[in-house]
């Protein structure tokens, strides 16, 4: 926490604050969200999972997207670590779809925040090699990152290898699983919890499903809609 000392402590409390959010696409006449609120307190060396459940159309990706810095909304303020989101902000997503680069190997998918940052290659493919074998890919690090080479599954454990190694510290998944076959999300589920145990993430989950909300969760977030709120 020390670079942080000159921050007002309050801000320092919440790793990942919404305040006062709203979200018009019509100048203000219709809202999609209004009035939202959110504060997931920082809890160091430890972590959290934090779900937001709810419905299509409640808002959930958008919330993500928030805090990734990917959208800004209409009105409001979103801080992370006591910091105003702006293109300075890195934090990476997982999304349902597929997000590796199917013309790149495994091994360089998941070092590819090292690289922009200027880690040479030696340094950051032993990095991602160590990720690869927490998510169970060791042996397919020289593989293209394209279905059918790897399964849903496999490209997942891609993503999300390369989305803790850029930024242990926070993940964000927008319905990671959804798209997997009911054996390889339960499967995919519990890697998730071992990877949340071992690096004391912060974890913003989004489902639409219940009964894997209630498996993962610190905290459960319902979202409703029209406008959105908790």
């Known amino acids: 926490m020390s670079g942080y000392q000159f921050e007002d402590k309050a801000s320092l409390d919440n790793i990942i604050e919404l305040t006062g ?8 006449q219709n809202w999609i969200i209004k009035d939202f609120n959110l504060i997931i307190e920082d809890k160091p060396a430890q972590g959290q999972f934090a779900v937001l459940l ?7 990706s958008t919330i993500l997207r928030y805090i990734s810095g990917l959208q800004h909304p209409t009105e409001g303020q979103v801080l992370v670590k006591g910091k105003p989101v702006d293109q300075n902000t890195h934090i990476s997503m997982v999304f349902q779809q597929y997000s590796s680069l199917p013309w790149m190997t495994v091994l360089d998918n998941v070092g ?10 030696k340094d950051r493919d032993a990095r991602a090699m160590e990720l690869i074998q ?7 690090e020289k593989k293209y990152a394209m279905y059918p080479t790897l399964s849903g599954g496999q490209l997942q454990r891609v993503a999300i ?35 949340w145990e071992k690096f004391h993430s912060t974890v913003i989950f989004v489902t639409r499903r219940i009964s894997e ?17 908790l």
């Open 161 to 195: 290898a390369r989305s803790i190694l850029a930024n242990p510290e926070i993940l964000l998944m927008d319905e990671p699983f959804g798209a997997l076959d009911i054996k390889t999300r339960i499967q995919m589920q519990d890697l998730l919890m071992q990877l």
């Open 112 to 121: 590819l925040a090292l690289q922009y940052q200027g880690v040479s290659k």
């Open 213 to 229: 909300a209630v498996y993962l969760r610190d905290d459960i977030y319902i979202m409703k809609y029209a406008p959105s709120r």
């Open 134 to 140: 927490l998510v169970g890919l060791d042996g397919h």
């Open 21 to 28: 959010i709203g979200q018009s696409y019509d100048g203000g």
């Open 54 to 60: 709810g419905m299509s159309g409640s808002g959930k």
